[in-house]
């Protein structure tokens, strides 16, 4: 039980960050300015670029994904950055970026007004795309990064890879060395004594990795994709929500039947937020690291042996964070 309020509750830090920037939003022109140079702006449609999606309210993880995936890059002068957040967290989210650069990239920040982050069953990346056709009208491959991983591998590579038409291309979650965390099958996540469920659904079907996607646009724009997640939606609402287990992921597993194309598991490795004998040689050699789970890196019940590889991409010297009190947990001293 403490450990689900740990996990649920926001850190005062974070939240101290977040209040710190938007207030600098209001009193500071250069935290106003703009992110892209008018002269760049072209770039944030050009697809000989590598466009990556973040979609989260939380600046710090924000910060992290942002800086692990370029000092992991080989160009980071062909990144461009889509950070999507909600309607409170934009200024604060803009301040932080127009007041650190991510040169030579470019980033662009969107707040998504309708974008509500309470409701645990909506999956945004699914949501944003499909609720916000305007969001990237002429962009062909994205990937789509969740706020709690770490990158530390060049991911250009994914751009050549091949989809084969496929929508989504997904590391493969039901093999692999770790018996808990890879051994996810429909199973697992859905309710097979529903009939419809029962009906419509294999449960020994291979579940797929959400938080490190290759999304290829063009092909998920002739699907219907957006009509089976919300029809899904509403049978499961019907039925008082006793089709899956919540979360975001089953609604996108169903979502995404049949449009997935499985990519090598060394491109996404999960689970750093709820196994706690993750295999440290493996986290080193994996391309992305995920701390899906509860014990988030940036929470006081993070796994004290798999925090280093985020905490390293915090600067704990930078003044928001030094006077919101977010201290380097390797040197926090615990007071008896």
């Not at 509500?116 to 916000?132: F, G, K, Q, Y």
């Amino acid at each position: 039980m403490h450990k689900h309020f740990a996990a649920s509750a926001i850190p005062k830090g974070i939240h101290c960050l977040s209040l710190r920037l938007t207030d600098e939003y209001s009193s500071n022109a250069h935290a106003r300015k703009q992110l892209t140079p008018p002269e760049l702006l072209p770039l944030l449609s050009n697809n000989s670029h590598h466009h990556f999606i973040v979609a989260t309210d939380n600046i710090l993880a924000a910060s992290v994904v942002v800086n692990s995936v370029l000092k992991s890059s080989s160009k980071p002068d062909k990144i461009v950055f889509h950070v999507i957040t909600d309607r409170k967290t934009y200024a604060g989210m803009h301040s932080w970026f127009a007041l650190h650069s991510v040169s030579p990239a470019i980033i662009e920040v969107k707040g998504v007004h309708q974008f509500d982050w309470l409701t645990r069953e909506n999956v945004p990346v699914l949501e944003a795309i499909e609720s916000h056709k305007g969001l990237f009208p002429n962009l062909n491959k994205v990937v789509f990064l969740d706020d709690d991983v770490v990158i530390q591998r060049d991911l250009s590579p994914l751009w050549d890879i091949d989809l084969g038409g496929k929508v989504n291309g997904a590391v493969e979650t039901c093999k692999g060395e770790d018996g808990w965390v890879m051994s996810k099958h429909f199973k697992t996540y859905f309710n097979f004594s529903h009939p419809l469920i029962a009906k419509n659904l294999d449960p020994s079907e291979c579940a797929w990795a959400y938080g490190m996607n290759i999304f290829d646009l063009a092909a998920w724009r002739k699907t219907s994709i957006r009509d089976t997640y919300h029809h899904w939606l509403k049978e499961n609402l019907k039925s008082n929500l006793t089709m899956w287990k919540l979360g975001t992921l089953p609604p996108a597993l169903i979502a995404f039947r049949g449009h997935v194309h499985p990519i090598d598991s060394s491109w996404h490795m999960l689970g750093l937020g709820y196994q706690e004998k993750t295999n440290v040689k493996s986290v080193k050699k994996a391309a992305v690291i995920h701390y899906n789970g509860q014990c988030k890196p940036w929470l006081e019940i993070a796994y004290k042996h798999l925090q280093p590889f985020w905490t390293k991409h915090v600067n704990y010297t930078n003044d928001f964070i030094r006077n919101c009190h977010i201290l380097d947990p390797e040197y926090q001293q615990t007071d008896g």
